[in-house]
């Protein structure tokens, strides 16, 4: 399973890609993505399975690329990593087609709430 | 309309369980915020984030330069390099007060946006009345966690590329 993780901050790329290993999804590929725009061209070069996004990004936003994606016919299944948990948020997220909303600061926990029915 | 000042919104109490949290899930489960002030070495790096909405202002998060580098490191655990370059500490400084500010931002009335984090010189804090600020203890190191109101002029001007680095 190949795993998209898209943040403008390399730091909290790897504390991503640390958590999801430290909830028990190590054996994935990880292909990483620094703003909206850049998650938007990989999904369509290497097809990832899941796609785990900030929010608040330059050049193209989390939700934006999500837009984008659904415009151009992409079902790929889509998540919300980001420091906004708002309701207001989760619904803008909800309806954009995305699984879940998870906010930040997570635990592995938390990735495992909402990954277990998502990753095999 | 007279916005609300940032001390009728929330308090000291509220800052530090959401920097709590902050510390505990990304620089380390044992890493505590001890609620003591220290006096903050002359050469400082602050990071912040603008919120704008009802309440406009900044969540700003200052330190030592030594104490930002820590930070990085603890961040970046066995990915952290032998040498760390500005950027990386810009990145982490900036997206812990991301976090911060992305949930000091859930506790204020909206609807308001939070920008992208910036770092350098920290955005001039107005009054004490429009200023809520946490003083604590990193590993016996003095960190303060500022959020303030804003400087009219600098946030409308534009709220995610004020006098800082955009990350």
């Known amino acids: 399973m190949k795993i998209l993780v898209a943040d403008d901050s390399r730091v909290m790329r790897q504390i991503v890609i640390r958590t999801l290993r430290q909830a028990g999804y190590d054996d994935h590929d990880i292909v990483e993505a620094e703003d909206g725009r850049d998650a938007y061209d990989k999904v369509q070069a290497e097809s990832p399975d899941l796609v785990l996004s900030d929010w608040n990004m330059p050049n193209m936003t989390g939700l934006e690329c999500l837009q984008a994606l659904r415009s151009a016919g992409s079902g790929v299944p889509f998540g919300f990593v980001t420091s906004e948990g708002s309701p207001e948020m989760r619904e803008k997220a909800a309806d954009a087609g995305a699984l879940f909303l998870i906010a930040k600061p997570f635990t592995a926990d938390t990735f495992s709430e909402h990954l277990d029915g998502v990753i095999a | ?167």
């Open chain 2, 1 to 167: 309309m007279t916005s609300p000042a940032i001390t009728e919104l929330l308090d000291e109490a509220i800052v530090q369980e959401i920097a709590d949290q902050a510390w505990t899930a990304l620089v380390g489960e044992d890493e505590v915020l001890v609620p003591l002030p220290g006096e903050l070495p002359a050469d400082t790096l602050s990071a912040w984030v603008a919120v704008v909405g009802p309440w406009t202002g900044s969540v700003v998060l200052t330190c030592g330069r030594e104490t930002a580098e820590q930070l990085t490191r603890a961040l970046l655990r066995e990915h952290a390099p032998a040498v760390l370059d500005d950027e990386d500490v810009a990145d982490a400084l900036g997206e812990l007060a991301n976090v911060v500010g992305g949930n000091v931002k859930a506790v204020l009335p909206g609807p308001s946006a939070l920008g992208l984090p910036e770092v350098g010189v920290a955005p001039r804090a107005v009054a004490s009345a429009d200023t809520c600020r946490v003083d604590a203890l990193w590993r016996g190191q003095p960190l303060t966690i500022s959020v303030q109101g804003a400087v009219l002029d600098a946030v409308n001007a534009d709220p995610s590329y004020g006098n800082g680095v955009p990350l």
